[in-house]
């Protein structure tokens, strides 16, 4: 069984930084892409961000320039560096994961979430 677990969220002022952790653990046998999900209260979970085990990234258009994904494919683990947030971002961040465990195929994992939230 494959577990998230995500942290580094908080309350941080406009204009602020955050920088969100998931680690994957168990037994893991391959990651395939790595992603960013947020969710607005009210509001459908839309893509923020994805890499790919290669290290090939992609955004959604509106957080290009002040968000950015890495991962560490040692350590099963993904970040979002969030810069220049604004009152908008504030949604709870979940991190995905698709990728085989020991005797299962490729599948989506999914983390607990973690709230942002971006004062005025």
């Known amino acids: 069984q494959v577990q998230l677990v995500e942290s580094g969220g908080g309350l941080v002022q406009a204009g602020g930084s955050l920088r969100l952790s998931c680690a994957a653990s168990?037994?893991?046998?391959?990651?395939?892409?790595m992603r960013w999900y947020r969710q607005a209260p009210g509001k459908q979970r839309d893509l923020v961000a994805t890499?790919?085990?290669?290290?090939?990234?992609n955004y959604a258009d509106s957080l290009k320039g002040r968000f950015t994904i890495s991962g560490d494919n040692a350590k099963n683990t993904v970040y979002l560096q969030m810069n220049s947030l604004k009152p908008e971002d504030t949604a709870v961040y979940y991190c995905n994961l698709f990728a085989a465990g020991l005797g299962q195929p490729f599948r989506d994992y999914w983390g607990q979430g973690t709230q942002v939230t971006v004062s005025s």
């Open positions: 168990g037994n893991i046998i391959s990651i395939n892409v």
């Open positions: 890499i790919t085990r290669s290290g090939s990234t």
